[in-house]
Nanobody
Framework: QVQLVESGGGLVQAGGSLRVSCAAS????????MGWFRQAPGKEREFVAA????????YYADSVKGRFTISRDNAKNTVYLQMNSLKPEDTAVYYC????????????????WGQGTQVTVSS
């Protein structure tokens, strides 16, 4: 069982930056692929970014490529999402998720989820 807790959300002006974190309570964090997803009001949850177990492979949604960076610190059991040049359309609840096999973007393929952290970008 993997428990995930996100933190670091908040209110930021357009063009600003924010870093959200996700701490995992599991002994073997480095066997899990980690992903970030987001869900805006009235919309489906969508893929944002994912990172392989050792951090060597990263994948981003086109909408955030060049602005967001996913990273992980296996010694701290934590995955991060650095968000720069934020836009009002980035406003959403951001969730981290974990799975063991394959770096994928499909929401349904992830086994463990955090409770989410709200990110609001004002114009």
């Amino acid at each position: 069982q993997v428990q995930l807790v996100e933190s670091g959300g908040g209110l930021v002006q357009a063009g600003g930056s924010l870093r959200v974190s996700c701490a995992a309570s599991v002994v073997t964090f480095d066997i899990y692929i980690m992903g970030w997803f987001r869900q805006a009001p009235g919309k489906e949850r969508e893929f944002v970014a994912a990172i392989s177990q050792n951090g060597g492979s990263r994948y981003y949604a086109d909408s955030v490529k060049g602005r967001f960076t996913i990273s992980r610190d296996n010694a701290k059991n934590t995955v991060y999402l650095q968000m720069n040049s934020l836009k009002p359309e980035d406003t959403a609840v951001y969730y981290c998720a974990a799975r063991q096999l394959g770096l994928v973007t499909d929401t349904s393929k992830y086994d463990y989820w955090g409770q989410g952290t709200q990110v609001t970008v004002s114009s």
